[in-house]
C-alpha cells in the first residue's frame, strides 16, 4: 500500500515577481513530502519566507518555478471549489482584510505599495488595526465581524451589502461601526 503525499513540492522556487519581469527569489530548489497524519513545523526567523511558502502552497501566491502536489494532483489541476474542500487556511486579520484587494492585484496577486495603504485605512476605519497581526480564530464574534467589515471596504466597491453588521457587537461597537458605515 503507498502513501500518496498530502504536499509534494519538486524543485520549488518561491518569491515575488518585480516590475520589469524581474524576480526576487526567496527561496529556491525546495524538495517537501508532506505525509498525512503527520505534523509538520516550520520555523525561521523573522522575513525567512516561512509565509511566502504557505502562501504559495496555498496558490495564492505563484512559484517563480517548480511543481507543487496536493495529494498527488498538481496544485494547477484543482478549481477553487475543489481546493477549499481540500486544504484549510488559518488567516490573520491582516491576511483577510488583504483578500478583498484580489480584484486590483492582477494575475499574480501580488500586492502593490497602494493596497498595502488601504488594507491599513481599512483596518483602522472598522477599528480592528490593532489585531491585524492575530489569526482570525483568535477573535471574538464582534471583532471577527469588524474584520468582515475591513475587508469590504478593502474591496473598495461601490455596493456593500451587509446582513446584521452590528450582530455581536458589543454597544461601544455598535455605534462606532454605525457611525463609519453613516461615513461611507
Excluded: W
Amino acid at each position: 500500500m503507498t502513501n500518496v503525499a498530502a504536499i509534494e513540492t519538486k524543485g520549488l522556487c518561491i518569491g515575488y515577481l518585480l516590475k520589469g519581469g524581474k524576480r526576487k527569489v526567496v527561496h529556491e530548489d525546495l524538495n517537501l513530502q508532506l505525509v498525512s497524519g503527520e505534523v509538520t513545523c516550520l520555523l525561521g526567523l523573522n522575513g525567512a519566507g516561512k509565509s511566502t511558502l504557505l502562501r504559495t502552497l496555498c496558490g495564492f501566491q505563484l512559484p517563480l518555478g517548480g511543481e507543487i502536489r496536493l495529494m498527488g494532483k498538481p496544485l494547477s489541476g484543482y478549481s477553487q471549489a475543489n481546493f477549499s474542500l481540500t486544504v484549510g487556511v488559518v488567516l490573520t486579520v491582516y491576511e483577510l482584510v488583504s483578500l478583498g484587494r484580489h480584484p486590483y492585484t492582477g494575475f499574480f496577486g501580488q500586492l502593490k505599495k497602494r493596497d498595502h495603504v488601504i488594507i491599513e485605512q481599512s483596518l483602522e476605519a472598522a477599528g480592528i488595526a490593532h489585531k491585524a497581526n492575530n489569526y482570525v480564530s483568535e477573535l471574538s464574534d464582534g471583532e471577527r465581524q469588524k474584520a468582515m467589515i475591513a475587508k469590504a471596504l478593502a474591496q473598495q466597491c461601490p455596493i456593500i451589502l451587509l446582513d446584521e453588521p452590528t450582530a455581536f457587537l458589543d454597544v461601544t461597537s455598535r455605534i462606532e461601526t454605525m457611525g463609519l458605515l453613516h461615513r461611507l
